[in-house]
């Protein structure tokens, strides 16, 4: 991707799944890397499969003082930051009717607050520089109905209203807009299916499989890049047609 090479890009929740394809995937583009994760017993690993990564911060991005420490770290190790993939995030499967308060919180805390917090120490050291890139993970969980997520829908349509609003107060030094993947076949996402339950989705989905990690970190690659200088304030689908029809498509 034009323009990439040498950009300062920092992942969050980078220790897994489509954090570390996207870790990956910049580094390929000659970009320097920092990774933040949660995950300290995943530091090593992480390291030893991506040695090229300029440093791994090991940051809760819902809580204010670890987000501020460990991007000030970040920014430190690779002289400051251009490009942020702001994809930490958990998930929770069960009914409404069954979340606590407790469970809703710390959904939340994460996906939406730990968005928030990690895009505001970013973004404003990014409007004190030279500018950057802002890319915030949504889901179509965000853009259509499904049960069993109502706490994991409520915070990604939370991050599409957040991004909408970021990229018009920011423009036009900060570009901020929002990837929103349907299935991927991430770790997260295997541990909740059964074999019998994966094959029921893959054949709800036109292409008839889950997106590879490596297929989001190749879409977050062009939104970044100099290829796509005047996208900002949307919200970008990759879910192999899955939402494209109603329930007569399923």
Not at 216 to 225: G, I
Request: some cysteine; aromatic content about 6%; hydrophobic content about 50%.
């Amino acid at each position: 991707m034009k323009g990439l090479t040498g950009k300062r890009v920092l992942v969050t929740g980078g220790a897994s799944g489509i954090g570390t394809a996207a870790a990956t995937r910049f580094l390929e583009e000659g970009a320097a890397v920092c990774v933040l994760d949660r995950d300290a017993e995943a530091r090593e690993a992480t390291l030893q499969r991506l040695p090229e990564l300029s440093a791994y911060v090991v940051a809760d991005v819902s809580r204010p003082e670890e987000v501020e420490a460990g991007v000030a770290a970040a920014a430190g190790a690779m002289g400051g930051i251009d490009v942020l993939i702001n994809n930490a995030g958990i998930s929770v499967r069960h009914p409404f009717l069954e979340i606590t308060p407790e469970e809703w919180e710390r959904v939340l805390s994460v996906n939406l607050t730990g968005v928030f917090l990690v895009a505001r120490a970013v973004a404003g050291r990014m409007m004190e520089g030279r500018g950057g890139v802002i890319l915030n993970m949504a889901s179509t969980n965000a853009l259509a109905g499904y049960p069993l997520y109502a706490d994991y829908n409520a915070s990604k349509a939370g991050v599409v209203a957040l991004t909408r609003t970021m990229a018009l107060e920011l423009a036009p030094k900060v570009r901020v807009a929002a990837v929103a993947p349907g299935y991927v076949l991430t770790p997260m996402q295997r541990a909740e299916y059964t074999d019998a339950m994966l094959e029921e989705v893959n054949r709800k989905v036109p292409m008839g499989r889950h997106a590879r990690p490596e297929e989001v970190a190749a879409l977050f690659a062009f939104l970044a890049s100099e290829e796509a200088p005047f996208i900002t304030g949307h919200v970008y689908v990759i879910d192999g047609g899955e939402i494209a029809g109603g329930l007569a498509s399923r």
